[in-house]
């Protein structure tokens, strides 16, 4: 990617692909032109063209520009407060619940997407306490009028460290579209995972590490995931002390419940995002309730005060 900047204009972000990745740079412009995919969470979209000619001919997207860039480097850097936490992930959740989804926000019908490769890197942050979902080269468009040969020449794709189980088993059911959700959602709870292991409610926090960090190399193949994954079950350690704080409890069973092993088991985004937004209303309940609670001593304090000085006068 590039970047550009015109004065008194907004600095834009350029991807440049080359002639041997026009597949990638084509599936991503018509997913990215659909105009139902625009959303908060989804990377804005301007413009494709392609530059050049012959061998070095280029094509071109370009999107906002997010200065900080993607989220496994911004983990990398900050340690996240238990609301930075609840936003940003759940700013990730409500893009891929819209991806997911056959109504745009406003009620109005859309195919739904799977993006098919959700990790950190695919991930950009927008601001403190949103991100955005980016890197639509091998999403697919989940048309009902599709039919199963069609899907079955989508392959064995994504990245293994966030592959699901029946991805590296190569076991997708692809009679149902729903397989494909199920795929995004158990990726999706690994970069959960991330955001949750770098919150500073836990306690003490580590060093930023990828899903399964140093049980594999920095870029696993499909053989060594599907040892840990697969045959041995392995999700990354949710320990002990993530479980103390009540709204961390509720994140991590959420997570084991995207990830489980079995597909149909696994939550949906729609119900991840709506487990978000009750967090956050119990979060709001509980400062609602420590407020009345403060001003209930408050009152109570100052009732003792003046009760004491009356008693003072009637003394003297």
Same mark, same amino acid.
């Given at each position: 990617?590039?970047?550009?900047?015109?004065?008194?204009?907004? *600095?834009?972000?350029?991807? *440049?692909?080359? !002639?041997?990745?026009?597949?990638?740079?084509?599936?991503?412009?018509?997913?990215?032109?659909?105009?139902?995919?625009?959303?908060? &969470?989804?990377?804005?979209?301007?413009?494709?063209?392609?530059?050049?000619?012959? @061998?070095?001919?280029?094509?071109?997207?370009?999107?906002?520009?997010?200065?900080?860039?993607?989220?496994?480097?911004?983990?990398?850097?900050?340690?996240?407060?238990?609301?930075?936490?609840?936003?940003?992930?759940?700013?990730?959740?409500?893009?891929?619940?819209?991806?997911?989804?056959?109504?745009?926000?406003?009620?109005?019908?859309? #195919?739904? #997407?799977?993006?098919?490769?959700?990790?950190?890197?695919?991930?950009?942050?927008?601001?403190?306490?949103?991100? +955005?979902?980016?890197?639509?080269? *091998?999403?697919?468009?989940?048309? @009902?009028?599709?039919?199963?040969?069609?899907?079955?020449?989508?392959?064995?794709?994504?990245?293994?460290?966030?592959?699901? @189980?029946?991805?590296?088993?190569?076991?997708?059911?692809?009679?149902?579209?729903? &397989?494909?959700?199920?795929?995004?959602?158990?990726?999706?709870?690994?970069?959960?995972?991330?955001?949750?292991?770098?919150?500073?409610? +836990?306690?003490?926090?580590?060093?930023?590490?990828?899903?399964?960090?140093?049980?594999?190399?920095?870029?696993? !193949?499909?053989?060594?995931?599907?040892? #840990? +994954?697969?045959?041995?079950?392995?999700?990354?350690? #949710?320990? !002990?002390?993530?479980?103390?704080?009540?709204?961390?409890?509720?994140?991590?069973?959420?997570?084991?419940?995207?990830?489980?092993?079995? @597909?149909?088991?696994?939550?949906?985004?729609?119900?991840?995002?709506?487990?978000?937004?009750?967090?956050?209303?119990?979060?709001?309940?509980?400062?609602?309730?420590?407020?009345?609670?403060?001003?209930?001593?408050?009152?109570?304090?100052?009732?003792?005060?003046?009760?004491?000085?009356?008693?003072?006068?009637?003394?003297?």
């Amino acid at each position: 990617s590039s970047d550009f900047f015109w004065p008194n204009l907004p *600095i834009l972000a350029v991807k *440049i692909f080359p !002639c041997e990745e026009y597949s990638s740079w084509k599936n991503e412009s018509q997913i990215f032109r659909d105009t139902s995919l625009k959303h908060d &969470s989804v990377l804005q979209f301007l413009t494709a063209e392609n530059r050049g000619s012959g @061998p070095r001919k280029e094509y071109w997207l370009i999107t906002a520009y997010h200065r900080r860039g993607n989220l496994k480097d911004y983990l990398s850097r900050h340690i996240l407060s238990w609301i930075d936490l609840q936003k940003m992930a759940g700013s990730l959740v409500n893009g891929v619940a819209h991806l997911h989804s056959d109504y745009t926000a406003c009620g109005r019908p859309k #195919i739904p #997407i799977a993006h098919r490769d959700i990790k950190s890197t695919n991930i950009l942050v927008k601001n403190k306490w949103e991100c +955005v979902i980016c890197d639509f080269g *091998i999403a697919l468009k989940l048309d @009902p009028s599709l039919t199963a040969d069609d899907f079955a020449n989508s392959g064995q794709v994504g990245t293994a460290r966030y592959m699901a @189980p029946e991805v590296l088993e190569s076991r997708v059911n692809l009679e149902d579209l729903e &397989s494909f959700k199920q795929m995004d959602v158990y990726s999706m709870a690994l970069v959960l995972w991330e955001l949750a292991s770098r919150c500073e409610v +836990v306690g003490e926090v580590k060093s930023y590490e990828l899903p399964f960090g140093s049980k594999v190399q920095e870029q696993p !193949c499909v053989d060594t995931m599907r040892d #840990i +994954v697969l045959h041995g079950r392995g999700r990354p350690e #949710i320990p !002990c002390n993530w479980l103390v704080h009540q709204g961390m409890r509720f994140l991590c069973d959420t997570i084991t419940e995207c990830w489980d092993h079995d @597909p149909e088991a696994r939550l949906t985004a729609h119900c991840v995002a709506e487990r978000f937004n009750l967090m956050a209303q119990m979060d709001c309940d509980d400062i609602l309730n420590n407020n009345t609670d403060n001003e209930g001593s408050k009152t109570a304090h100052r009732t003792g005060e003046h009760q004491a000085s009356d008693g003072n006068r009637n003394t003297q």
